[in-house]
């Protein structure tokens, strides 16, 4: 497959853990902690494919009004997996972002993001961003007001200019959103970036989806033709 045909950069909505688990006859949780351990096979697959970027949407902002339990076990996971799995990212040269508030986590669990993304902030051979406690409608009014309160005139504001104050600064937008469990919402992930990204639905669950589905995705990819609102001479 040529490069030019491989997406820089894949967005994923992963879905389905708890419906994969209550299919198997197991908790919620459980659920969760087999999702997140599909990240690291999602991860090692996208370099292989030659993907530049991968970002994954972990934990909305909507998710704190689950159940107690729920949010709980996800800080816990999420915690076990920065230290199990930082380490191995960063010696196959994985830069990791976080995309969203870190105001809401534990402090223990704050201190825990901040070291993983000091330890791998010079690894470039893969960016990936975890979109945690992150919403695309909150994160566009945290910009518009840190915008605002550097005093930019409005007739000087430019997307360029207004992109530097979201959480994905620096970052390209998504050629691809992909989403597993059958769905096909954008669920508040990405929606300034995602304008002109391709989408992509599998029914597979999350913790089901392997290196051949993101293979499949990316040959459909290769497949289409982006316009960016332009008409193409056939």
Known sequence: MSSSSVPQHIAIIMDGNGRWARSRGLSRHEGHRAGTENIRRIVEAAVQEGVSYLT???FSTENWSRPEGEVSGLLTILGERLVNETPILHEQGVRIRHLGSAEELPPDLQAGVAAALELTRHNDRLVL???WNYGGRAEIL???RCMLGTG???EAVTEEQFSSYLYTAGLP???MIVRTAGEMRLSNFLIWQAAYA???STPVYWPDFGPE???QAIVEYGRRTRRFGAVLEE
């Open 198 to 200: 391709e989408y992509w």
């Open 142 to 144: 945290r910009a518009v």
């Open 152 to 154: 930019v005139a409005p």
């Open 173 to 175: 937008d998504p050629d």
């Open 213 to 215: 589905h993101l293979h």
């Open 56 to 58: 994954v949407y972990a």
């Open 129 to 131: 961003s975890v979109a």
